[in-house]
Each structure stands twice: as structure tokens, then as C-alpha cells.
């Protein structure tokens, strides 16, 4: 009977027809998932982005001043022979300054070049050394990535072919004069007052700037405050900027000149002059003016106190005409 089979076999009656056999229940295929939170550090690969993007770029984040590291969804193909799709072949990438962008010292977000690519901690990462430091906390760049390959094989995502950082935090020091230590360094007179004996005349002018000899014929070496007053010197006459391996070093003297006679001018040159100054760590304070002679000649005037003793003296400045 009808019914009776179907029914009585499933609510216990008991009908003449024999119980059907059960279906097999559907048992869903087990998946090794090489996203996140599986093996290894947060997943095979990490934070589970392959199944999203293919192979691509999941994230990158500056590891020093002047290298940012990428990590792929996949292992990336690093052969190191530059041949296609290399990882190792610095033109497979491109470091782009976001405009309108600015680091936490108020400068604008500099550009940067690719000059050398290393693998990272794992297959998954490459780092990535440009020529110069980056722009500090609060700068933007995109890294863009091209022709690349995972292991496996699998071409590059266009999805995942870029991604924006920010620039590194470099945390602002003050010096701490009481763990400076002395600085010796190969003597290089900026004044007559810095000029080591023996030199055959230590009142020539020529030698100035020059790299003088000691009794023994090798380099001479200068420390204490002669060599405090020839790093202020350097510091005076260098144009802010010029070193992209030292980012804020030098002032806007050379390039106010022209306006000495301007007082704004005249003290935000001094005022520039004095945190220069301020940052050599023997420095304890610092007071610098700008002053001209009775002849119109004009000149800085630094008075210094520093945990080797305090020290005040003139700088000459260069004529307008000379630039």
C-alpha cells in the first residue's frame, strides 16, 4: 500500500513495502586552503588574500629609512639571473611620491629611484632599496609592480599590481650632550684659527679646506672643538637639501644672500643657523646674529656652549658677487 510503505517506514508503520535504501549523504570535498590562518605565519600564504586577487601584491610597509618590503599573495618566481619575470630585476618596479602629500618635519614627499632588489624573510616577500630615504611619517607612496610571476607560474593580477604606504616613521631625537663622545675626525681647517702645525704656513689662505699631514706624513686628525667649530662651518655653508642622504641638513643662508639687508631675512637666517647648530649633540645652547663691519662686510656671529666649553667666534660671508 501506498501510504502505508512510504509513510509506515518513516514514521515507524508498518506498511507492506520494504524501506527504501538511504541516499548516500553529499560529503563536501575537504579543501586545503593556502589563505589565512592556516599553516605557518597567518596562513600558508598571508592573511588568506590569494583566493581574492590571484597572485598579486597583499601589502607593502617600509622596513627602513630607504627600503620597503612587498608581500605577494603566492611565491614569487626570484631567479636572480634577470631573466623575464625575474623578481630580481629592478625595472620590474616603480616608486611613485603621492602629490600633496608631507612628513611629519613638514616636507614634501620626495621622490625615490629603485636601485636594488633583494628577497625578503619569506618566499612570499621582496625587498625593495631606493637611492634615498624616504620621507618621514605622513608621506605617501604607490609601488607598482610589472611582469612578474608566482612560482607556480601564475601571471600577475592587474588588481593586485600596486599598493600605497606610507613613508617610514623616523622618530625626532634631541642630541644628548651628556652621551656624546668625542668626535675625531680627519682635519679639514675651515679657518686659520683650525690650522694644525706642521703645516709649512699656517697663515696662508690656500690651505684652507685642504686635508693637512702630521709630523708623520699621514692624514692629520682634528677632535674637541676645533672639530665642533669645522662641522658648524660645514653646516653654515651648505645648502639645505643637498645631501639626500642626510634630509635637513644645511640652511637657507646661501640662498638669502641677497636679501641680507631685509631684517625678517637677516633673523630667520639666525633663527635657521641656530637649530642647525643645535643639533651637533655637544651643542648645550646655541645664539647666532647676523652683523655687518662699518664697510658694509657682513658676517655670523655664533656663541656656543657645548659640554667641551663655550666657544664664540665669526664667520665671514661671501660677497653678493661671488654668486
Known amino acids: 500500500m501506498a501510504y502505508g510503505g512510504s509513510f509506515g517506514s518513516s514514521w515507524g508503520g508498518s506498511g507492506a513495502a520494504a524501506s527504501p535504501i538511504p541516499p548516500t549523504p553529499i560529503v563536501p570535498p575537504v579543501i586545503v586552503n593556502e589563505g589565512g590562518w592556516g599553516g605557518g605565519p597567518w596562513g600558508e ?32 618566481f626570484f631567479s636572480n639571473l634577470l631573466d623575464p619575470n625575474d623578481a630580481s630585476n629592478p625595472d620590474r618596479y616603480v616608486i611613485q611620491a603621492i602629490p600633496n602629500t608631507f612628513g611629519i618635519e613638514e616636507d614634501e614627499t620626495r621622490e625615490v629611484r629603485v636601485v636594488q632588489v633583494d628577497p625578503g624573510d619569506t618566499e612570499f616577500q621582496i625587498d625593495i632599496t631606493v637611492d634615498r630615504p624616504f620621507t618621514s611619517f605622513g608621506s605617501r607612496y604607490q609601488i607598482s609592480v610589472n611582469n612578474l610571476v608566482s612560482t607556480g607560474g601564475d601571471p600577475l593580477n592587474p588588481e593586485g599590481a600596486s599598493f600605497l604606504f606610507d613613508g617610514v616613521y623616523r622618530q625626532l631625537v634631541p642630541p644628548v650632550p651628556d652621551r656624546s663622545i668625542s668626535n675625531r675626525d680627519l682635519a679639514n681647517p675651515q679657518t686659520l684659527a683650525g690650522v694644525l702645525d706642521p703645516l709649512p704656513v699656517t697663515t696662508d689662505p690656500n690651505i684652507l679646506g685642504t686635508f693637512p699631514v702630521d709630523d708623520q706624513g699621514d692624514y692629520a686628525f682634528d677632535e674637541g672643538l676645533p672639530s665642533y667649530k669645522k662641522r658648524i662651518h660645514r653646516r653654515i655653508f651648505t645648502r639645505k637639501g643637498r645631501f639626500a642622504h642626510l634630509p ?46 662699518t664697510n658694509g662686510i657682513w658676517f655670523v656671529r655664533v656663541k ?20
Not at 590571484?54 to 629609512?65: K, M, N, Q
Not at 641680507?260 to 645664539?287: K, M, N, Y
Not at 656656543?304 to 654668486?323: H, I, K, M, Q, W
Open 304 to 323: 656656543a656652549r657645548t659640554n667641551l666649553g663655550s666657544e664664540s667666534f665669526d664667520v665671514p660671508l661671501p660677497s653678493v658677487g661671488d654668486f
Open 45 to 76: 600564504t598571508p592573511w588568506g588574500g590569494s583566493e581574492a586577487i590571484g597572485f598579486g601584491v597583499l601589502f607593502a610597509e617600509p622596513i627602513r629609512e630607504n627600503v620597503v618590503r612587498i608581500t605577494f599573495s603566492q611565491r614569487v
Open 248 to 293: 635637513g641638513y644645511g640652511t637657507i643662508l646661501l640662498d638669502s644672500i641677497k636679501k641680507l639687508s631685509q631684517p625678517g631675512v637677516r633673523d630667520a637666517i639666525a633663527g635657521d643657523l641656530e637649530e642647525q647648530i643645535r643639533e651637533e649633540p655637544e651643542t648645550l645652547a646655541a645664539s647666532v646674529t647676523i652683523e655687518s663691519t
